[in-house]
């Protein structure tokens, strides 16, 4: 049999309370993205558990890159308010006029005979 061991609490002596878990902290990772394709610039910033924030620029690098810092305030001031975008609600589709189709029992198979060579 397995001991159980009881403790008791005498008087004058308190129970320490169980350490509650630490909130999360938000971080502060960030990664921003320039992707350049002729005169087109994407830039992105993202955070982990927050959703990418993106932003088409014409032109050089150069005016790509004085967009950066504002983009990651807009990208910060989003997050700080709704960090990841709003789950969907999608109708059920309706279902398929086409019956579904059921695999063909098929019959158990007998082995073949060998064919004599001799």
Request: charged share 25%; with cysteine; aromatic share 4%.
């Amino acid at each position: 049999m397995a001991e159980v061991e009881e403790t008791q609490n005498t008087e004058g002596e308190e129970a320490e309370p169980e350490a509650a878990p630490e909130p999360t902290k938000p971080t502060n990772q960030m990664k921003v993205v320039i992707v350049i394709q002729d005169a087109n610039i994407l830039l992105g910033v993202q955070s982990p558990d927050c959703d990418p924030v993106y932003k088409t620029v014409k032109g050089t690098l150069a005016i790509a890159l004085k967009q950066v810092p504002l983009l990651v305030k807009e990208a910060k001031e989003k997050w700080a308010t709704a960090p990841l975008y709003p789950k969907a609600d999608l109708p059920e589709p309706p279902p398929s006029k086409v019956p579904a189709r059921t695999p063909v029992a098929s019959k158990p198979s007998t082995p073949k005979a060998q064919p004599s060579f001799f």
